[in-house]
């Protein structure tokens, strides 16, 4: 029975944030004691689904930005004609753990102006670092007998890197993937301050008129989102990890 309950407790915790974002209604007795001199217990300025797909995508596209230029990074780094550029790389994917993420934003509005592209700047430069330092100690951190088997069957460099290296540094780039995600679904509220429409819309709202119901709300569905998505990554990693074992074994 015990081995079924965090199973469980991850099944209710997807029936209750889709139907909390699908109907949130439903939860306005929960949330009116939250509320003060009559003010709404709901987010009523948009849909709560809308925002909260919104916010998804937002996420999706910087850390699929995130992971290809972090992952070409460490191959190049992990080449002996790009060895030299390793401490560069690393600078450079530090830039965006330096700056905090509202400077980046107040950085890139006058470049690009308000919306969704300075969010995505500022994700894409904050998920760099896991992702590339995961990539990193995956593809040099290799069993050195498999390394030697690919090359005495004959693989070319492409060969070795796209049928062994990046196969089985698969599981700990997943894992850096994974913490960039979950950085990211937190970071991307203050995308609202710029206008960019996410689930910070919600918080800022709460935070505007003195609602906490508001600001609960956003967080939560924020908070619910990072959990799932961790665990969701966190078991492909796993399965990843089991497969490339198996077949190395």
């Known amino acids: 029975m015990k081995a079924w309950l965090p199973s ?9 944030l889709v139907a909390f974002v699908t109907n949130p209604g439903w939860f306005q007795p929960l949330l009116k004691p939250l509320t003060e001199n009559g003010a709404p217990a709901i987010y009523n300025q948009g849909s709560l689904l809308t925002l909260t797909f919104l916010h998804l995508r937002t996420v999706l596209i910087a850390t699929v930005a995130a992971t290809i230029v972090a992952v070409a990074l460490a191959i190049l780094v992990t080449r002996p004609a790009g060895a030299e550029f390793l401490p560069l790389s690393r600078s450079l994917v530090n830039i965006g753990q330096t700056f905090p993420p509202v400077a980046v934003l107040a950085l890139a509005v006058p470049a690009v102006g308000f919306g969704e592209k300075p969010t995505l700047i500022a994700l894409f430069l904050y998920g760099l670092l896991p992702i590339f330092e995961n990539a990193l100690t995956g593809l ?13 069957a004959g693989m070319t460099g492409w060969q070795r890197l796209l049928k062994v290296e990046l196969p089985l540094s698969a599981p700990i780039i997943l894992g850096g993937i994974r913490l960039s995600v979950v950085i990211s679904l937190a970071t991307a509220t203050i995308g609202s301050t710029v206008a960019a429409k996410t689930l910070g819309e919600v918080i800022i709202a709460g935070l505007l008129s003195n609602n906490l119901a508001f600001v609960l709300q956003g967080g939560l569905i924020v908070a619910a989102l990072a959990v799932l998505i961790y665990d969701g990554l966190s078991a492909i990693e796993r399965y990843t990890a089991r497969r490339m074992g198996q077949e190395t074994a």
């Open 140 to 152: 040099t951190t290799l069993p050195a007998n498999v390394m030697e088997a690919a090359r005495g």
């Open 8 to 16: 469980l407790l991850r099944l209710l915790l997807v029936v209750l």
